[in-house]
């Protein structure tokens, strides 16, 4: 038994306000995560101040509570001023950690603020032992690993390292691979990595296939571990981490109640554990599943023909029902001044309200029981069939509203006597900084090469994942051909004609972002086979993939779009990692490369940034391979937004239906200051129509499709 199996493991709580801080540790939490302010993953939450920080930081170590602090957003360039006075800060209010994903951030935080103890957040995506151990040896002391993981796969990993580790035991899950999923920024900016995410997974989809019904193919059950905590314990398991910063003082303190019962108790004790089931009950979460920890492929993880709302189901819309009103006969108690939410099942969206109106038999009362047939007020059209939810009591939101025990005022004089202190270590560091710094001249406008103009772009590099693809005659003559490494590729190349021995001297191997565990030996052996036959350059899609090539002399290792490359300093963690050369973030605007670019910082990292110009990113990167998922077929969202499902990098990917291009700014881009230019033909079947429309556009000859900028031309949020 090693040290980890002998300690009782943490009960990790979340907080949005200090009330529910204040309920998270009077229900038994060993520890508190909230957000930094303007750097967390919780957009929509309101920023604590560092007052309240102080006083939470004391009033949680007193207790003998230890507190986190989420910073787990990407960072843009423009925001690294004011988030190096919020490092400064934080550092000199002392919490116990700092959660993070963006490897800028890590630069900030390990050259500026070394006493900042450091987690890696689950969106850094640590799906093997690999990515655990760089983790380990970039400094940090616990990894958050992937939600995808299995109970065996969890064990596998912490056999190889002592790290701490902690996994989320309960609450909403993502569909998609956390780190990966591009899906609500393609659709308008709001990047889930910036803590912006509008949940389109959570909608209502129809598949474009007679005969299908229109479902919430995506909407995953909320995640319950109250059954495996004994045996997650066994396998390594540091922590046990409860999702949910936005949720309620209810939800959490119920929440945190069920596990403190469950781990305080012996192995197998069933009465124990029905009690806590029954807490459980009362939260008001989604329907709930074990997530991936017994199998990668249960059958429970997804309810597509179900909503997916959080809450107590009150009932279906029934006749008499309206515009602002609506008929049911209930199926939970409610009262008047609840939280509710309606599910409109014609277009999946949803509304929530307080509940001002209850009618009975045409009489207004202030609360109804379970089979009442009854009539609400409600703030929005309804139709007979729409669904209804309580997601919050009367009594819980007003003992939310009530005025914190805990006194943040008392702690302004620390707090303005610290703000004082680090403000000159905050001017040095941006003077440093600045030292990095051009003006920002006016970049050329964004315009067209004129027809019978060169085609041959510095620096263009062509991206595959089939080798077949060689045989229809590439758009043009790239200086690098980048091929993903699979069984499928790696296999081909075996085998390979003369088409492939063509490019064999520009041919770079591109490892894919999610490695699982039983996935490191092939992709060892494969790396170790190549390298023998004088592969020198390597593309990685994760940072703990170039521990694969640590220690082998003259490689040249590129950084995939997947390292979320948002800022210089994000430029300077991977030169430290031995990265010559990287991807910007895919989705990134204008406005964020060109502050990058306009930065000595990024010139003097000593790493290229490139970029993807055309493609079709996966929006969604997802383990499930649900039976009711219909590959290689549109399907379509209430706004008429159409999508296909297709399976690349061992995973379920979800893309646009036609690809986006930035061919028409290649000009603007190499002036910026983008060394090089992917032109991205993975994970769908590539035919010569759309080589040759790629050849024309890339000639100066106009695209015959109208086709997405992503969010180039618009804002990331």
Not at 58 to 70: C, D, N, P, T
Not at 384 to 404: C, H, I, N, T, Y
Not at 644 to 663: D, G, Y
Not at 676 to 701: F, M, P, Q, T
């Amino acid at each position: 038994m090693n040290d980890r199996q002998k300690l009782k493991p943490e009960l990790l709580a979340p907080a949005g306000s200090i009330n529910i801080f204040e309920k998270a540790i009077e229900a038994g939490a060993d520890a508190v995560y909230i957000g930094a302010p303007a750097l967390n993953a919780r957009a929509l939450s309101k920023d604590f101040t560092f007052a309240e920080i102080a006083a939470m930081i004391h009033f949680a170590h007193a207790k003998g509570v230890k507190l986190y602090l989420a910073a787990n957003s990407l960072l843009k360039e423009n925001e690294i001023p004011q988030v190096l006075e919020t490092l400064a800060m934080l550092e000199a209010l002392q919490p116990d950690a700092l959660i993070i994903q963006d490897l800028g951030v890590y630069h900030l935080c390990r050259t500026y603020f070394p006493h900042l103890r450091l987690h890696a957040s689950t969106l850094f995506g640590a799906h093997n032992s690999l990515a655990v151990r760089q983790f380990e040896n970039m400094g940090f002391e616990r990894v958050v690993l992937a939600r995808e993981l299995t109970v065996k796969e969890i064990s596998s990993i912490a056999r190889t390292n002592d790290m701490e580790l902690e996994v989320f035991i309960h609450g909403a899950l993502c569909f998609s691979y956390s780190g990966l999923c591009l899906f609500s920024s393609y659709l308008g900016g709001k990047s889930g990595l910036r803590g912006r995410c509008v949940q389109p997974c959570r909608r209502r989809y129809q598949w474009n296939q007679k005969g299908e019904k229109p479902g919430y193919y995506f909407s995953m059950n909320d995640l319950s571990g109250i059954d495996l905590i004994h045996g997650l314990k066994k396998a390594g398991v540091s922590s046990f981490k409860i999702e949910g910063r936005l949720r309620s003082a209810h939800y959490v303190s119920t929440v945190v109640k069920a596990y403190r019962m469950v781990i305080d108790a012996d192995t197998g004790d069933k009465k124990i554990l029905a009690n806590a089931k029954e807490l459980l009950g009362q939260a008001m979460g989604r329907k709930t599943s074990q997530g991936y920890f017994s199998t990668a492929e249960s059958k429970e993880l997804i309810s597509p023909y179900h909503s997916g709302n959080i809450g107590m189901y009150l009932g279906q819309a029934g006749k008499g029902t309206g515009k602002g009103k609506v008929s049911l006969v209930l199926k939970q108690s409610i009262q008047v001044g609840d939280r509710l939410r309606l599910h409109q099942e014609d277009t999946g969206e949803r509304v929530a309200f307080s509940l001002r109106n209850i009618t009975k038999n045409g009489r207004k009362i202030s609360q109804a029981d379970p089979g009442d047939n009854i009539m609400l007020e409600v703030p929005a059209v309804v139709k007979q069939g729409d669904s209804l939810f309580k997601v919050d009591s009367r009594m819980a939101r007003e003992a939310e509203r009530k005025k914190p025990g805990l006194d943040a005022g008392r702690f302004n004089p620390t707090v303005t006597k610290l703000q004082k202190k680090t403000k000159q270590k905050v001017s040095t560091i941006q003077k440093s900084l600045a030292a990095g710094q051009i003006s920002h001249k006016k970049q050329p406008a964004a315009g067209r090469r004129k027809k019978g103009s060169s085609a041959a772009m510095p620096r263009t590099y062509i991206k595959i994942d089939d080798l077949q693809v060689l045989k229809l005659h590439l758009p043009v003559m790239p200086e690098l051909l980048l091929v993903e490494l699979n069984r499928k590729t790696y296999n081909d190349f075996q085998h390979h004609g003369k088409t492939v021995k063509k490019f064999q001297h520009k041919m770079v191997w591109c490892l894919p972002p999610i490695l699982l565990e039983n996935d490191l030996e092939f992709f060892s052996k494969a790396i170790n086979l190549l390298i023998k036959k004088n592969f020198r350059t390597w593309q990685i899609g994760h940072v703990g993939q170039q521990l694969f090539f640590d220690g082998k002399e003259r490689l040249n290792l590129l950084g995939d779009y997947t390292l979320n490359i948002l800022n210089s300093q994000g430029l300077y963690a991977l030169h430290s990692l031995k990265l010559q050369s990287t991807q910007a973030a895919i989705e990134i605007d204008r406005e964020s490369l060109g502050d990058i670019l306009g930065s000595k910082s990024a010139a003097k990292a000593g790493v290229d940034l490139g970029m993807t110009v055309y493609g079709t990113p996966p929006l969604f990167t997802a383990r499930p391979m649900a039976s009711h998922f219909i590959y290689a077929q549109p399907f379509v969202s209430p706004k008429g937004e159409s999508f296909v499902l297709r399976k690349s990098w061992n995973s379920t990917v979800a893309l646009a239906e036609n690809p986006f291009s930035l061919l028409a700014k290649l000009s603007e881009l190499f002036g910026m200051g983008v060394k090089y230019a992917v032109i991205d033909l993975c994970h769908r079947k590539i035919i010569r129509k759309e080589i040759d429309e790629i050849g024309r556009e890339l000639a100066g000859k106009r695209y015959r499709r109208k086709l997405s900028m992503f969010n180039y031309n618009g804002s990331l949020l």
